[in-house]
């Protein structure tokens, strides 16, 4: 964040390009869906953008962890692909992945077709399963077992206990994760901005976090020493 005072200005229609930047799939409606909406909902209304005056001011240069494994790729003399043998495999891992379950995957592997004309690295789901564990992921889950006492109690009068698992992962890492994941680097806001309905910016739009007024407050105030 950094230091600046905003001047009022006439809200600027928001163009093509800008507005693929900062898409979600909450924007994204058909004729369908805008049939059921009303009138006055923000979804049927135009978008005129008030973009906060300043560039952002970057305060330090990190390395995100994807940037990381990629270094150490290069390091090691490994390709793009790794850790696939080539890019057509990276799309059949995908595909796979993406469309059939394990079972079938080993069924698909073990196929005469498959071994002799796939060239594949990996033989097995299991040597596959090897591959996959080799990616960059997310933050690490946690796994924390709490007692719960209940409101029931047993024939000697003392409540019921029950020990379950709760599953979490740091909030901080996974922004961090989110921050420095280059899938996402088009869809991420760094400044404020104010949105309107209307040219004349008396319909004030409320879509996203950028658009309220936390952000631009904080946007606008001195960076601490």
Known sequence: MFAGHTEVSTPIQDDPMSRQRHTTVEDIFDEEVSELTSPGDPRNLARFVERFPMEPHRLQKGTTQFEQWQ????????????????????????????????????????????????????????????????????????????????????????AFVEEVELWRRDPVECVCELIGNPAFKDYLAYLPEHVYGDASGENRLYDEMWTAEWWWKIQDEPLNP
């Open 71 to 158: 270094s150490e790729n290069v390091r090691a003399g490994r390709d793009e692909w790794y850790p696939f043998a080539s890019e057509s495999e990276w799309e059949t891992v995908g595909w796979l992945v993406a469309n059939v379950g394990q079972s079938a995957i080993e069924e698909y592997l073990k196929l005469d077709i498959t071994k002799k004309q796939s060239n594949l690295s990996f033989s097995s789901k299991y040597k596959l399963n090897k591959k996959l564990n080799e990616l960059p992921t997310g933050p690490d889950w946690e796994c924390e077992t709490i007692s719960i006492t209940g409101d029931r109690v047993d024939k000697h009068g003392h």
